[in-house]
């Protein structure tokens, strides 16, 4: 199969029946969707048609224009089956040279226009099917385009997403379709480590900061522990082929990606414009002379950048909650680590979403937690950090160490914890060493949320809380002052939703409501607006 049967035919290369044959035999390999094997015989008809319209030039000139025509279609076909191979960049090629012979050939308007949308570039994907709409073979279907295009624009200027529906669904049906969404960041300078996301207008809790799609992701089902580690293995070496596969067909992805960092000389790196990673700002570079992919570079970046869609810090809907996944985002890899994060993910589809989990400043760097922080002491912190290949430099560190250095009480405490002191009177013991060691205001948060598992204990236990309950703060003070440092968290709205359920029956009242779903914000983000969708995925409908 291809064009092997052709290349002997060198006698009659150019002429119509040979052009003829391969435009044929191209079609009907393009209409059984073997892509590639339509692209080389394209290709070949493509080079053919050129030869033959410079060779007609003088003398024959009345029969180019139908042999410009075929040289059209072939090129709209061409890209076509670049497209579906992910191949972007030589499928806009291929259009645009299409156009430059027949500027409003319909099916090349109609091939770019989904280009373009694929690229997330929706006005001017707009602007390919408006113009396709004037053509008489233009169908319905250019119109479903048009809106779709529309409502994507519409979604990337103003970040008004909403997922509620689907959540009432029961996540019935397709994967919303989401527009990539970037709010008010730049990137910049980080004291944490290296560049970091900078908010640069204030933000409040659950409001949408970004959208961003996947370079690409793997997901999969894991078993046991052994066949688990094997899968995971996999997964990770079907993850980086498709990386490599998408670097390579797209320069907006390999310029994207090359701007990650590789772990290595971080203070050096450039810092890339935020319009880098803007879809309709960004540029199509046509270059014959591909740079040849640094694999031991990409590997360090994906090691570096890529992200789990199930972690502490994110939260799969839809169907791909029962899988495990892995996936790069760029703009979402900027993001650093801090043991205080202020913003979560909301993975749905391949599309990442990230909300503030808190309030956010202007100025305030943006940040989600790479490990567990609640219920971390400043140790075991450390110890997840160096795993993780990097030393943590955020205040809630700081103030720890100071405090830990400075006070002998703290290592005892801690010693008692680990030799299973009742929970308690461990609590007793920090509310009351608070006093002492003169921890006010949003500092109470910083140690309540490092032993937090001694809270929850108390707070899940009837004996405990009899016990105790008078002699420790409530359960709603202290999980105010956790998530006022830390953000957002699934554990600490289950324990209030519990909390509520229990408590006289399951009745509440609207300023305990209120509480929760501005909590549920935190978590899940304002793209569930409605009430009704939040309390589905809370338990409390």
């Not at 012979?101 to 390919?128: M, N, P, Q």
């Not at 913003?343 to 309030?359: E, K, M």
């Not at 305990?512 to 409605?530: D, F, H, W």
């Amino acid at each position: 199969m291809g064009g092997e049967q052709f290349e002997k035919q060198e006698d009659t290369q150019g002429s119509p029946e040979l052009l003829q044959s391969l435009r044929s035999k191209a079609t009907e390999l393009l209409l059984r969707e073997e892509w590639e094997e339509s692209i080389q015989l394209y290709t070949k008809f493509i080079d053919l048609s050129r030869s033959q319209i410079k060779k007609l030039a003088g003398s024959d000139p009345d029969s180019i224009p139908k042999l410009k025509k075929s040289l059209c279609l072939a090129l709209c076909n061409r890209a076509e089956a670049r497209a579906r191979l992910h191949d972007s960049s030589e499928a806009m090629r291929d259009c645009d040279q299409a156009l430059e012979i027949e500027k409003t050939h319909f099916k090349t308007l109609l091939c770019k226009g989904k280009v373009l949308l694929g690229l997330s570039k929706y006005s001017s994907a707009l602007e390919c099917f408006k113009t396709a709409l004037l053509d008489p073979q233009a169908s319905e279907s250019v119109t479903v385009y048009m809106e779709k295009c529309k409502k994507l624009e519409f979604q990337a200027k103003t970040g008004a997403f909403d997922l509620s529906d689907w959540i009432l669904s029961g996540f019935r049906g397709k994967t919303p379709e989401l527009a990539e969404f970037i709010g008010s960041t730049e990137i910049k300078r980080s004291e944490l480590s290296g560049r970091g996301l900078f908010a640069t207008k204030n933000i409040v809790v659950g409001s949408l900061i970004l959208v961003t799609k996947a370079v690409a992701t793997e997901r999969g089902i894991l078993g046991s522990e052994v066949s688990g580690e094997k899968a995971q293995m996999v997964m990770w070496k079907n993850f980086v082929e498709e990386v490599t596969k998408s670097v390579r067909k797209c320069d907006r992805t390999r310029r994207l990606v090359s701007s990650l960092s590789t772990g290595e000389e971080e203070d050096s790196l450039e810092i890339p414009d935020i319009s880098l990673f803007r879809p309709e700002e960004a540029f199509e570079t046509y270059d014959d002379a591909k740079q040849d992919l640094d694999m031991e570079k990409l590997l360090s970046i994906l090691d570096v950048n890529s992200l789990v869609e199930d972690a502490v810090s994110a939260k799969v809907i839809g169907k791909n909650k029962e899988y495990y996944g892995v996936g790069l985002w760029t703009l979402a890899s900027f993001m650093n680590h801090s043991c205080l994060p202020n913003a979560r993910r909301l993975h749905v589809g391949d599309y990442a979403i990230v909300h503030a989990s808190r309030d956010i400043k202007a100025g305030e760097e943006i940040t989600s937690a790479y490990y567990d922080v609640l219920s971390s002491p400043l140790e075991k912190r450390k110890e997840m950090a160096e795993s993780w290949g990097f030393s943590c430099k955020c205040s809630r560190c700081k103030f720890e160490s100071v405090l830990s250095v400075t006070n002998q009480e703290i290592r005892e405490f801690e010693m008692g914890l680990e030799r299973g002191v009742d929970a308690g009177n461990a609590v007793y013991m920090v509310e009351e060493g608070m006093k002492r060691w003169k921890v006010k205001g949003k500092d109470k948060g910083l140690l309540r949320v490092s032993y937090w598992g001694v809270y929850e204990e108390v707070y899940n236990s009837e004996r405990l809380m009899r016990r105790w309950g008078r002699k420790v703060p409530t359960m709603e003070v202290v999980v105010d002052s956790v998530c006022e440092v830390i953000g957002s968290d699934e554990r600490l709205l289950k324990m209030l939703v519990e909390g509520l359920k229990n408590k006289n029956g399951g009745c509440s009242n609207i300023a305990e409501m209120e509480k929760i779903l501005k909590l549920g914000k935190g978590v899940y983000g304002k793209v569930v607006s409605k009430k009704k969708a939040m309390k589905t995925l809370l338990g409390l409908e």
